[in-house]
């Protein structure tokens, strides 16, 4: 299989914010049956900071308490990373000096007990990756190594940075990097040592809070985070169009370097979640479905999938036709709603009622915590769901906010609600996101320009200044 780019999300069973990548398998351009079924899945998965896993996790897990702290940066001293094709020498010589430092030089200079910084450093990164709102003029520039978790760029200059025009351009983007937090610490290759560079990143790592350490990893805790990776990964399958819902064998290995974690049980119980979630969409879509069986053996046709919730992600990770799951260098929140074709859901079955109020109910549990609907909410519901115009009066604190939340999180789009009262604007963000509802946004007309174009920006989706033209059409018909 081609090697798909890596796709960035940010979940958690445990933590606020737990970034990972997924890479290793093809991301298949074709019409998917399944497609727009797998993207609700993904977007519910990843609905919170940290989202509460559903009643089967935590019956066959242990527990967890919850954790709404930042991940811990774990101590991998053991994880080998491999860069030889992504730093690279200047072409007309065979001499690589960013290799040398990166390899030799600074390894050297570190203090033994700060060798795992290493793991830490990504080389080649665009600016773009660093800056989000990075100009046109470094669109396509890059550095040659950054530290995330310290903000720290280290450039290896060779004779060419002494030219004025060269000189120039490297103050100016120093200037643009230090204006948005990160520092530059340039070496020049006619006088290549890393002491400067080992002295900058023991310091920086030193003042981080020593939560953001942890020397040994909590088996409970990296079940969790395991589980959420694992059951993104499959439905990233599903979505590509890799793991078939309509087989009747699931053939599945999966491995992971956490001690403790047993691999096969963990895959079972994720398998089983993740097909919980899909038999129930299937009953509101109207589709048969017969669950697959789960083999974990390996064969020719078998998915292999090799997880971590410790090392980072390097030109190592290059098997043909396995999976990976790495940890990312970056933090900030990579969360992006997956959408696809919206979905005519056939809720209004009379004949299959009951069938579709169960799966109504377990998306119900499974969202809110809730066990009963209140009279009248799963008929507005399920007329909604249809893609029908629907009107639905409710007396006051009955529970009319949760007929269209739910509708919404089972459509694989951005959906927005219109609501002229800012109160209760502010109280149902409120309200979302005491449900654990974390991608929600509002705006208003007693908000700021930058507050609006902060909650624009963070849908992160190029469909933003869509909903903005939207908005700002509708409130004008309003006005007028």
């Known amino acids: 299989m081609h090697r798909m780019d890596k796709r960035r999300f940010s979940a958690s069973y445990s933590y606020s914010i737990s970034n990972f990548v997924i890479f290793g398998f093809d991301d298949r351009k074709e019409p998917n049956k399944w497609?727009?079924?797998?993207?609700?899945?993904?977007?519910?998965?990843?609905?919170?900071?940290?989202?509460?896993?559903?009643?089967?996790?935590?019956?066959?897990?242990?527990?967890?308490?919850?954790?709404?702290?930042?991940?811990?940066?774990?101590?991998?001293?053991?994880?080998?990373?491999?860069?030889?094709?992504?730093?690279?020498?200047?072409?007309?010589?065979?001499?690589?000096?960013?290799?040398?430092?990166?390899?030799?030089?600074?390894?050297?200079?570190?203090?033994?007990?700060?060798?795992?910084?290493?793991?830490?450093i990504l080389p080649e990164v665009l600016i773009t990756d660093i800056v989000e709102n990075a100009t046109d003029e470094f669109k396509n520039q890059q550095v040659d190594f950054f530290?995330?978790?310290?903000?720290?760029?280290?450039?290896?200059?060779?004779?060419?940075?002494?030219?004025?025009?060269?000189?120039?351009?490297?103050?100016?983007?120093?200037?643009?990097?230090?204006?948005?937090?990160?520092?530059?610490?340039?070496?020049?290759?006619?006088?290549?040592?890393?002491?400067?560079?080992?002295?900058?990143?023991?310091?920086?790592?030193?003042?981080?809070?020593?939560?953001?350490?942890?020397?040994?990893?909590?088996?409970?805790?990296?079940?969790?985070?395991?589980?959420?990776?694992?059951?993104?990964?499959?439905?990233?399958?599903?979505?590509?169009?890799?793991?078939?819902?309509s087989v009747e064998v699931w053939r599945i290995v999966f491995n992971c370097d956490a001690a403790g974690v047993d691999c096969k049980k963990l895959l079972d119980v994720v398998c089983q979640d993740v097909l919980d979630m899909l038999e129930n969409l299937c009953v509101l879509t109207g589709q048969k479905f017969l669950r697959p069986l789960l083999e974990q053996i390996e064969g020719k046709d078998t998915l292999r999938i090799d997880a971590s919730a410790v090392c980072m992600w390097s030109e190592a990770e290059s098997e043909k036709n396995v999976i990976y799951i790495r940890n990312d260098y970056f933090e900030q929140d990579q969360f992006h709603v997956q959408c696809a074709t919206p979905i005519y859901y056939q809720t209004n079955d009379e004949i299959r009622r009951m069938e579709i109020d169960e799966a109504l109910g377990y998306f119900l549990k499974y969202l809110f915590g809730f066990e009963h609907f209140n009279p009248g909410q799963s008929g507005i519901i399920r007329k909604a769901l249809t893609r029908s115009s629907t009107l639905g009066i409710l007396p006051t604190g009955s529970g009319k906010s949760l007929c269209y939340q739910m509708a919404c999180f089972l459509q694989p789009c951005i959906s927005f609600v219109v609501c002229p009262i800012i109160s209760l604007i502010q109280d149902q963000e409120a309200n979302a996101t005491e449900f654990g509802f974390v991608h929600s946004g509002r705006i208003d007309s007693q908000m700021s320009t930058l507050e609006k174009e902060k909650t624009m920006k963070g849908s992160l989706t190029d469909l933003s200044s869509k909903i903005l033209t939207f908005t700002e059409k509708y409130l004008k018909v309003i006005k007028s």
Request: glycine share 4%; with cysteine; aromatic share 8%.
């Open 35 to 120: 497609c727009s079924i797998a993207c609700v899945m993904e977007n519910i998965l990843q609905r919170g900071a940290p989202t509460r896993a559903s009643l089967r996790l935590r019956n066959l897990m242990e527990e967890l308490p919850a954790l709404d702290i930042p991940r811990p940066l774990y101590r991998c001293n053991g994880n080998k990373h491999d860069w030889h094709k992504t730093i690279k020498g200047a072409p007309e010589s065979s001499y690589n000096p960013a290799l040398e430092f990166f390899e030799t030089l600074l390894p050297g200079a570190l203090p033994q007990d700060c060798q795992f910084i290493i793991n830490y």
């Open 147 to 245: 530290c995330p978790p310290v903000n720290l760029v280290i450039e290896i200059d060779g004779s060419q940075h002494s030219e004025p025009r060269e000189s120039y351009q490297d103050i100016k983007r120093d200037r643009f990097l230090k204006c948005n937090g990160i520092d530059t610490l340039r070496i020049p290759t006619s006088a290549l040592t890393a002491e400067d560079a080992a002295n900058a990143l023991v310091k920086r790592f030193s003042e981080l809070p020593g939560n953001r350490f942890a020397y040994s990893c909590d088996r409970q805790v990296v079940s969790y985070e395991l589980a959420m990776r694992l059951q993104i990964a499959l439905v990233e399958l599903i979505r590509a169009g890799h793991l078939d819902p």
